[in-house]
């Protein structure tokens, strides 16, 4: 499995598609993960099972965490457990790629 994250629109679903072309892409895990929270999904145990489901895929995400803390408690809670689950798939990981402006750069 590899991941790679960044702010929305950096570029980092082009990158995963440019580096692995044959590879299963699963982009926007960060909306899958609003689906998972809205249904109240432990967001760990939804990633571990993720991961040994999904071994060899690449995973695209938009990094949600940083800036002003959301009002809205839904908003929040979707916050954290994409974090939670990000972690969880980060450690698994045979890679993390952080991209900024559709540069690379290779944190695991």
């Not at 960060?30 to 432990?42: N, P």
Request: with cysteine.
């Amino acid at each position: 499995m590899k991941l790679y994250i960044g702010g929305a629109f950096q570029g980092q679903e082009e990158l995963a598609r440019l580096e692995n072309p044959n590879s299963e892409i699963i982009s926007a895990f960060h909306e899958l993960m609003r689906e998972k929270t809205r249904e109240g999904a432990d967001a760990r145990e939804f990633a571990r099972e993720f991961v040994y489901s999904h071994p060899d895929a690449v995973v695209v995400s938009d990094e949600i965490g940083s800036g002003i803390v959301p009002m809205d408690a839904f908003e929040r809670a979707w916050r954290e457990s994409t974090g939670r689950a990000l972690c969880v798939i980060a450690s698994s990981a045979e890679t993390v790629t952080r991209v900024v402006c559709g540069i690379g750069r290779r944190i695991k």
